[in-house]
């Protein structure tokens, strides 16, 4: 079936420091999401990606979708206290409407 | 957030006893998931539903059943719990809006911690 790889599992950076989480699918897919999740929290849905090569900010937040529509990125820039949590992405392959989640990225900011 | 309630929020309880969870949903969408998070698991699915009494499996779904007799309410039950159930629970909803608006995301519940002893 198809597996959505997420690296790394942990981040720790220091705060104003830049952080990247990758996804990489086994499987071509047609659209990738992704998540954050708060401590404590549950996931909260952030933007979804669908094109080849797509590009897009959320802020502080850039969002890629591979040329090969099998990996993706989240990469944000000068990270905020406010940014700590959990990053999830998010694949759907073929007809399918079922996602495939990745097992998320940690990430920890240090004032 | 979206109407999406979890009942209960926390519950503990011993090996072999039945438990069954409750999502209930005010939005009307089709689509309803049950997934469980685990840490270095992420977010696994347990069974999915995409309309009344229409269910499906997921991933990690022995030891699990679900039903779901109204559009509104969506139950995962544990016939006979484990402690390798013991996990938090996320309810998930989606209109499958992807062929209207093209996207298709998920509303989450607030979780149930189970805890099984």
């Known amino acids: 079936g198809q597996q959505v790889m997420q690296i790394p599992q942990y981040q720790h950076v220091q705060e104003g420091e830049d952080f990247t989480t990758y996804c990489n699918s086994s499987t071509t897919l047609s659209n990738i999401q992704w998540y954050k999740q708060r401590p404590g929290g549950h996931p909260v849905f952030l933007i979804q990606l669908v094109k080849s090569g797509e590009v897009k900010k959320q802020k502080r937040l850039t969002f890629q979708f591979g040329e090969a529509k099998k990996n993706s990125s989240l990469h944000i820039t000068a990270t905020q206290t406010t940014d700590v949590g959990t990053y999830f992405c998010?694949?759907?392959?073929?007809?399918?409407?079922?996602?495939?989640f990745g097992r998320g990225t940690s990430l920890i900011v240090h004032p | 957030d979206a109407g999406i309630t979890q009942s209960p929020r926390h519950k503990v309880t011993e090996t072999g006893t039945p438990v069954t969870l409750r999502c209930h949903q005010t939005?009307?969408?089709?689509?309803m998931y049950w997934y469980r998070q685990d840490p270095g698991h992420g977010l696994r699915l347990i069974h999915y539903?995409?309309?009344?009494?229409?269910?499906d499996k997921g991933e990690v779904s022995d030891g699990y059943s679900v039903s779901r007799s109204k559009t509104e309410d969506f139950l995962l039950t544990l016939e006979s719990a484990t402690s390798s159930q013991t996990s938090v629970y996320f309810c998930a909803i989606s209109d499958g809006g992807v062929l209207v608006r093209g996207i298709d995301e998920q509303f989450f519940g607030p979780g149930t911690r189970l805890t099984v002893l």
């Open positions: 539903s995409y309309g009344v009494k229409d269910t």
């Open positions: 998010a694949g759907r392959s073929g007809g399918s409407y079922i996602p495939t």
């Open positions: 939005e009307n969408h089709r689509y």
